[in-house]
């Protein structure tokens, strides 16, 4: 039987903790104009951002590879300023492995995690590119942050 892994991390950032929060909850349609290099195309298809049910749609490239991912919020915090995301899966015989994504939002920091179905698919190599790329998108977001 498949058991399920969870990796972990967090950024430091500059930004006050309530906008970062605030674009996690309602913007993060927006991730293209943040990481141009990795978003192709964002967009809210069920619901509405900041919503419980809100669906976002991702075009991202991977090593060149086109990726379309959709994730719902199934659980939203404000007072420990937390959004949990599952990954929405279209087709029932498509591997969809990532099952959850956390984001929490602390005084200088964002915290987050993303679980896995099965623990196969996630090698220390598979781990590291993971928390290279999310650390690589928060500091991004932070630097966009102070600038709008």
Known sequence: MAQ???IKDRTS???????????????LKDLPSVAPQLFNNAKVVDGK???LGGTIQYELFVFGEKITIKLKAEKIDDSTRSITFGA?????????????????VNNGNITWSLQFADSEDVS?????VI?????????ALDIYLQFS
């Open 49 to 51: 951002a900041g919503q």
């Open 124 to 128: 220390e190599d598979v781990t590291a």
């Open 4 to 6: 399920a892994v969870k």
């Open 131 to 139: 928390k290279g790329v999310i650390d690589l998108i928060i500091r």
């Open 88 to 104: 929405v899966k279209e087709n029932k015989n498509e591997k969809n492995t990532a099952i959850m994504i956390k984001v929490t």
């Open 13 to 27: 950032i500059i930004s006050s903790p309530n906008k970062a929060y605030d674009f996690f909850k309602h913007d």
